[in-house]
């Protein structure tokens, strides 16, 4: 059981405003941003050089706290400015023939699917959109179908920016797995709001933000990337801490995932978002799933009720990522008719993921993001804002 009481004396603005925006950047926790506050100051009273050497305990043990978090080895991990650079290191990495292909999926995030197309542009790969099955999630037997010596690339979105959908990593793994596959996954709107353990997903690289589900400041992302590729994988670009320059003629990459880094940071942030994963592991994965699945649940059924409103989510088991359209309402209109009443939630473009988009004709939908600290009351608020 989560105490509520607490977590929610740690998120002050929960004391005067509905937060349901999780999906797009979530509250953080007074220890997040105290953490942060601190070496800020630190940095201001000795300098930032200094400043990293006096906190480099807990600079490592960030890495310690991701791993832990994706049940992975520190070494496996690098701590990137967001997301998509972790994203964008991964997938650059690969190399790509004419005729190679990319399989992913229906749902895929526009930051991905651009990389994509640029690559194919390039070297001649192609891409293939797996079929969503009859619920709307990538349809792990039709993947199976598709698999043959081409395709070089499995690369999927676990839970889509809009729609609830939660796309079956694990039985993708399996797949990936079965036919020696490296299998590139997108877990960014997953950390944080459910566990996210690389063993039993089975992916080879994953990339995750710190400002979403996790609670952690903006500017902050990692990439983990898989003992056994690492040593295959040669970073897109490299800088002298990626790579020290051992020689007039020669450098030497490093051993550990630390090679998809730099050597500049942002260490208040880093060490923010090591707080904030030390906070959704002390609070526990399961536990926050749980919660979130109910609230985001009882969410459904009550928008559900109301004429003229449309549920936009997908798939068997949704996530607390909640997306709808009212009737008559422009999406823009009613977020901010939610604003000004205490509640804040988002739009999300057809845009950001535009093969379900086009293939939904979707239009900007709303999107509500309750998380753990929300009580039931700011869900019926929410729900009787949108009855109005
Ligand atoms: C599914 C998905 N992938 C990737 C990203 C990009 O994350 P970041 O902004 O940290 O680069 C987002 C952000 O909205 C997302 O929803």
Redesign the pocket.
């Known amino acids: 059981m989560i105490d509520l009481q607490r977590v929610r004396e740690e998120t002050p603005a929960t004391a005067h405003r509905v937060y349901m925006h999780n999906?797009?950047a979530a509250l953080m926790p007074v220890p997040v941003v105290e953490a942060m506050k601190r070496h800020i100051d630190l940095e201001a009273e000795i300098g930032g050089y200094a400043a990293a050497a006096q906190e480099d305990v807990r600079l490592q043990a960030v890495y310690a706290s991701i791993a832990r978090l994706l049940n992975a080895s520190p070494a496996e991990i690098a701590i990137m400015e967001?997301?998509?650079?972790?994203?964008q290191m991964a997938f650059y990495a690969l190399s790509f023939r004419p005729g190679d292909r990319i399989l992913t999926a229906e749902a895929e995030?526009a930051?991905?699917y651009v990389a994509y197309l640029q690559v194919a542009k390039r070297t001649g790969a192609v891409i293939e959109v797996v079929p969503n099955d009859e619920t709307g999630q990538l349809d792990v037997a039709a993947l199976d179908r598709l698999i043959d010596k081409r395709v070089k690339l499995i690369a999927v979105?676990?839970?889509?920016?809009n729609g609830g959908l939660v796309n079956p990593a694990a039985a993708v793994g399996k797949v990936a797995r079965s036919h020696g596959i490296t299998y590139l996954l997108?877990a960014?709107?997953a950390v944080g709001q459910m566990p996210a353990d690389v063993e039993q997903v089975g992916c080879d690289l994953l990339?995750?933000?710190?400002?979403?589900f996790l609670r952690g400041p903006r500017g902050?992302?990692f990439l983990y990337v898989r003992d056994n590729l690492l040593h295959r994988l040669e970073p897109p670009m490299i800088d002298h801490f990626a790579a020290p320059w051992v020689a007039r003629d020669r450098y030497q990459l490093r051993d550990d995932a630390r090679r998809f880094e730099t050597w500049e940071n942002n260490y208040a942030a880093r060490l923010g978002l090591g707080v904030a994963i030390d906070y959704a592991l002390d609070l526990g994965l399961d536990t926050i799933e749980a919660r979130c699945r109910l609230l985001a649940g009882r969410l459904r059924a009550g928008l559900a009720a109301i004429p003229g409103l449309r549920l936009r989510d997908l798939g068997r088991d949704p996530s607390a990522i909640v997306s709808f359209t009212i009737e008559g309402r422009a999406s823009q209109d009613i977020v901010a008719g939610a604003g000004r009443a205490g509640i804040t939630i988002g739009v999300s473009n057809p845009s950001?993921t535009r093969l379900d988009a086009e293939a939904r004709s979707l239009p900007p939908v709303v999107r509500a993001s309750p998380h753990y600290y929300n009580t039931e009351a700011e869900i019926d608020r929410l729900i009787e804002f949108c009855a109005r």
């Open positions: 999906a797009g967001n997301a998509t650079v972790a994203w995030y930051a991905n979105t676990w839970i889509p920016t997108d960014c709107q990339s995750a933000t710190g400002r979403k902050t992302g950001s």
